[in-house]
C-alpha cells in the first residue's frame, strides 16, 4: 500500500463527486480513499457512502463532529493504513497522473518527508494558464537540486522562503505518514484561520528533504463557497499564522526579524485593500494591529474615522490623487 488518499470534506454533496472521479481515475491507483466528513449538514455524507458502496470501491467514510480542515486532515491521516498520505481538499481536482508523479519522485529520492506539486486555478470548469511555481519571485527556486527533468529537492530548510512567497497548497501535498505523525499532523493551533494550512507548510519547510514536482498537477477551484480569493483575508490569515509559528516554534527565532516585517508586510498591504473597497470598519481594526501610521496611511486612517456620509466621498477623492513617493523608498 504505496498511498492513502485523505479529503476532508464539509458541505460539499455538489462539489465532492468531482473530486472522487479525479482521484479515481489515477493512473497510478491508490490504496485508498479516506473521505473525513466533517459534520456536514448537507448529502456529502451519503456522497461519499455511495462511492464506498461500490463494488471493489477504496474509498471509505469516516465521520467527525465538525471540527475544521485541519481536524479533519488529521483525523483521516491517523485513519490511513498506507506508509504515504496525499491531501486533496473536497473541491479540488488532480490531473490523472499525479499520484504516478509522486511516486516516481520517491523512487528518485526515497529519503524524502514531503513533496509538493505545481497547481493552477480552475474557474468554471477551465483549467488556468499561468500555474503558481511561475509566480515564484527572482531567486525562489535557486540552489534546490535537480532530481530527474521536472523536480527538485530541497536539502535545507525552506521556512525563510515561505515567509516571502507561499506556493505550497493542501492538495498538492504527498507525505510520509509517520513522520507526518511525527510532526504532530497538521497544526491545529491556528484554528480555523483562513488559509491556516500555511503553518504546516511552514512545520514541513523546517524538515528537508522536501520535493518539489513542477508539472501543474492539481486544479484549485475557485467558486462562490470558496474564500481564499478574498486577498484582504489571506493575508490578515497569513500574518495571523505567521504569529502563532513565531510564538510556538522556537527553532523560528533566528527569522524573527524576516517574520515579523512579513507580518508588517501583510497587514499593510490588507489596510490598503479594506480602504479601496470602502471597508472602513475594518481599515480601523487592520490599523490598530499596524502601530503608528505615516503618510498616505495615516490619512486613511483618518478618512476612516469621519462621519459615514463624508468618508466615502473623501476616500474617493483620495483614490482619485497621485500616490507621492517618499525618496528613495516605495509608497507609504
Keep these: 500500500m504505496w498511498v492513502s488518499v485523505i479529503i476532508p470534506a464539509y458541505n460539499r454533496a455538489n462539489l465532492l463527486p468531482f473530486t472522487l472521479d479525479a482521484v479515481l481515475a489515477q493512473s497510478l491507483a491508490p490504496a485508498e480513499v479516506i473521505v473525513v466528513d466533517d459534520g456536514s449538514t448537507d448529502s456529502t455524507a451519503a456522497v461519499a457512502a455511495g462511492y464506498a458502496a461500490r463494488p471493489g470501491s477504496t474509498v471509505r467514510l469516516l465521520r467527525i463532529g465538525n471540527s475544521g480542515d485541519l481536524a479533519a486532515r488529521n483525523a483521516g491521516l491517523r485513519a490511513a493504513g498506507a506508509e504515504h498520505v496525499a491531501f486533496c481538499d473536497s473541491d479540488d481536482l488532480w490531473r490523472p497522473g499525479l499520484l504516478a508523479g509522486m511516486a516516481a519522485l520517491w523512487r528518485a529520492e526515497p529519503s524524502l518527508h514531503a513533496a509538493y506539486c505545481d497547481f493552477v486555478t480552475v474557474r468554471d470548469g477551465v483549467w488556468g494558464g499561468e500555474s503558481k511555481f511561475a509566480q515564484a519571485p527572482p531567486g525562489f527556486w535557486d540552489g534546490l537540486r535537480p532530481c530527474g527533468p521536472d523536480a ?181
Excluded: Y
Excluded at 243 to 251: N, Y
Excluded at 290 to 318: E, F, N
Design 152 to 332: 527538485l529537492v530541497a536539502d535545507a530548510p525552506l521556512v525563510a522562503r515561505l515567509i516571502e512567497f507561499q506556493p505550497l497548497f493542501p492538495s498538492c501535498l504527498v507525505a510520509d505518514r509517520a513522520f507526518l505523525l511525527g510532526l504532530g499532523g497538521w497544526d491545529e493551533g491556528v484554528g480555523r484561520t483562513l488559509g491556516s494550512d500555511f503553518a504546516t507548510a511552514l512545520r514541513l519547510a523546517e524538515h528537508p528533504p522536501l520535493g518539489f514536482l513542477r508539472r501543474p498537477l492539481a486544479g484549485i477551484r475557485k467558486h462562490a463557497g470558496n474564500f481564499s480569493a478574498d486577498v484582504l483575508a489571506m493575508n490578515l490569515g497569513d500574518a495571523f499564522v505567521l504569529e502563532h509559528v513565531l510564538a510556538t516554534r522556537q527553532t523560528l527565532a533566528p527569522l524573527q526579524a524576516a517574520i515579523r516585517a512579513s507580518i508588517a508586510r501583510r497587514r499593510a498591504e490588507a489596510f490598503d485593500s479594506a480602504f479601496a473597497r470602502h471597508d472602513f470598519s475594518a481599515v480601523r481594526r487592520i490599523a490598530a494591529l499596524l502601530g503608528p501610521l505615516s503618510g498616505r496611511r495615516r490619512l486613511k486612517r483618518v478618512i476612516a474615522g469621519l462621519p459615514a456620509p463624508l468618508r466615502s466621498a473623501v476616500a474617493t477623492l483620495l483614490a482619485g490623487r497621485p500616490e507621492r513617493r517618499p525618496p528613495g523608498g516605495g509608497p507609504d
